[in-house]
Nanobody, 119 residues
Framework: QVQLVESGGGLVQAGGSLRLSCAAS????????MAWHRQAPGKSRELVAT???????DIADSVKGRFIISRDDAKNTVYLQMNSLKTDDTAVYYC?????????????WGQGTQVTVSS
């Protein structure tokens, strides 16, 4: 069984920065695509950033130039560096990982971490 543990959320003023982490624990043989999604109150879940196993990344237009996604495969961890935060970035952030574990390839989701940006 694979578990994703997220950390790094919190309250920050507009213009500030936060770094989210998501670590996969358990018997993980390998990881494929890793991503961050977010869901603001009253809105549908939005894909924020994706990073492939080789390191190729894709960032949503709404956060391009401000957010950076990275991964450390030795630590089974994906990061989201969030800079120049805006109040519109307030949401629960979820990591999503494609992992090859005991039961084969499956999709896993983190429990979510709250990011609140104040004006």
């Amino acid at each position: 069984q694979v578990q994703l543990v997220e950390s790094g959320g919190g309250l920050v003023q507009a213009g500030g920065s936060l770094r989210l982490s998501c670590a996969a624990s358990g018997t993980v043989f390998s990881l494929n695509t890793m991503a961050w999604h977010r869901q603001a109150p009253g809105k549908s879940r939005e894909l924020v950033a994706t990073i492939l196993r080789g390191g190729s990344a894709d960032i949503a237009d709404s956060v391009k130039g401000r957010f950076i996604i990275s991964r450390d495969d030795a630590k089974n961890t994906v990061y989201l560096q969030m800079n120049s935060l805006k109040t519109d970035d307030t949401a629960v952030y979820y990591c999503h990982v494609q992992a090859n574990a005991v039961n084969g390839w499956r999709d896993y989701w983190g429990q979510g971490t709250q990011v609140t940006v104040s004006s």
